[in-house]
């Protein structure tokens, strides 16, 4: 067949990948369909885009012989909504990208997110209240009574009982979404690509959300001088604590939980923002 003459030395659209990877996906499930698996197919499938075929045709196209029989493609049998997966964010003609890279459908795509915020902080409570607990355990070896240590433990322990509800029900409402998607990554794909924290960048290649760092650091000296009135500062206020006398209001400051760690802020913020981003992607898809 001849080429489409509005189609001659042009990239297909990445919509046009988005649903050949899912309709391979859903033909042969455990077919390896990454990043260099489809680096190698991409110039049969853009031939097949520049004849005419849409992802639907160009899928089925992968047909098989064992010398006798030739045998059509499971993808032929595979019946999938317009945009039951969609290509990375800002992906241009001409990128290439595997299954891992690949959008679920809004719905899905927040409720994993949802679930990953829930467990993380899960986890967060989980080592508060386990910390807590040693501090309490090692003021009853010296016969203390911590009662604040207490107080902060249960209230720990109660936050641990929240987000374990929560992250459970989120889980289980991801399976139902899983299961009724017309498409969805699978399990091991989705473990396998996700970035681990403190990568610079992400999976397509792009840098991560974060901050970013300044491009002309301030010198030390700097940095020194303009801290120099803030220490004088501090100092002033330290002689004029001394000199008024001991506060009499509380013998100990009260302890406060630990703050989240900065690895662990930055991994939530990147959640939070990619919630936020799934979000805005349904109401345009609803506005559409």
Known sequence: MKEW????????????????????????????LDRPTLARLRPYLVQQWRIGHNAAKAAAATCSCDGRNVIPSPASQ????????????NAS????????????????????MQTEIAQRQLEHFQAEAARLQEQRFASTLTGQNDRNTARMLAAAEKQVARFSNSAAELRARVDRLVQTAAFSIPEPILASAKPKSGDAETAGGRPARGRRKASNPAPAKEATAKAEPTRKAAAARTRTIKAKGKCTTCDKPESRPEPIPSEDQAALASLVADFAQAEVDDLQNRGA
């Open 5 to 32: 003459k509005s189609r001659i030395g042009v990239d297909p659209p990445v919509q046009f990948f988005a649903d050949v990877i899912a309709y391979l996906s859903k033909a042969f499930p455990e077919a390896s």
């Open 78 to 89: 595979v019946d999938l909504p317009r945009r039951a997966a969609l290509p990375p964010k």
């Open 93 to 112: 003609r001409g990128d290439s990208f595997g299954i891992e890279d690949l959008r679920e459908i809004s719905p899905l795509r927040k409720a994993r």
